[in-house]
T-cell receptor, first 113, second 112 residues
Framework: GQQLNQSPQSMFIQEGEDVSMNCTSSSIFNTWLWYKQDPGEGPVLLIALYKAGELTSNGRLTAQFGITRKDSFLNISASIPSDVGIYFCAGLNYGGSQGNLIFGKGTKLSVKP | NAGVTQTPKFQVLKTGQSMTLQCAQD?????MSWYRQDPGMGLRLIHYSVGAGITDQGEVPNGYNVSRSTTEDFPLRLLSAAPSQTSVYFC???????????FGAGTRLSVL
């Protein structure tokens, strides 16, 4: 089946630093979603991207839908302790239904105060 | 606002036992799904439903059954639990034509 390669697997950063993570695929996707999961909770949607080249911000978070439709990245600026958690990308390939949403394996973010 | 509610939050089963994980949403969403989350594996789709009376298999359906008799509820049944089914299970829902899913808080299941 299709897979999303999400990197890095984990990050340890200092408070105030910027963070960048990405997802790549060998297949074309027409939708990219970014979720955050806090410990003991379900994932929460951060940003949704629907067009190639689209750049969308949500506060300190910025995500982009790659021009090739095979990748997406998420940036977090000026990290704070509450940014700790696992970040997941998810993609939907062209013509797929909601049942074809594929998740990456996640990037675990740790922030040192 | 309740959103997506999963019960129970924790469950311990013995091998061979059966149980049902409950999921309910109050947003009138047509689409509902079940995922399992294992360390290092991300979220994997078990079953999903695009509306009452309609269900389909996801990536890892074996050992699980679902039904969708109402828009609000989407229970997941384990007929004969196995240790390989030890995992955290998440239910999610979204509106028709929308891909942004809302997740419940999860059920942590251990099968001994």
């Amino acid at each position: 089946g299709q897979q999303l390669n999400q990197s890095p697997q984990s990050m340890f950063i200092q408070e105030g630093e910027d963070v960048s993570m990405n997802c790549t695929s060998s297949s074309i996707f027409n939708t990219w979603l970014w979720y955050k999961q806090d410990p003991g909770e379900g994932p929460v949607l951060l940003i949704a991207l629907y067009k190639a080249g689209e750049l969308t911000s949500n506060g300190r978070l910025t995500a982009q839908f790659g021009i090739t439709r095979k990748d997406s990245f998420l940036n977090i600026s000026a990290s704070i302790p509450s940014d700790v958690g696992i970040y997941f990308c998810a993609g939907l390939n062209y013509g797929g239904s909601q049942g074809n949403l594929i998740f990456g394996k996640g990037t675990k973010l740790s922030v040192k105060p | 606002n309740a959103g997506v509610t999963q019960t129970p939050k924790f469950q311990v089963l013995k091998t061979g036992q059966s149980m049902t994980l409950q999921c309910a949403q109050d947003m009138n969403h047509e689409y509902m799904s079940w995922y399992r989350q294992d360390p290092g594996m991300g979220l994997r789709l078990i079953h999903y439903s695009v509306g009452a009376g309609i269900t389909d298999q996801g990536e890892v359906p074996n050992g699980y059954n679902v039904s969708r008799s109402t828009t609000e509820d989407f229970p997941l049944r384990l007929l004969s639990a196995a240790p390989s089914q030890t995992s955290v299970y998440f239910c999610a829902s979204s509106g028709t034509g929308r891909l942004d899913q809302y997740f419940g808080a999860g059920t942590r299941l251990s099968v001994l």
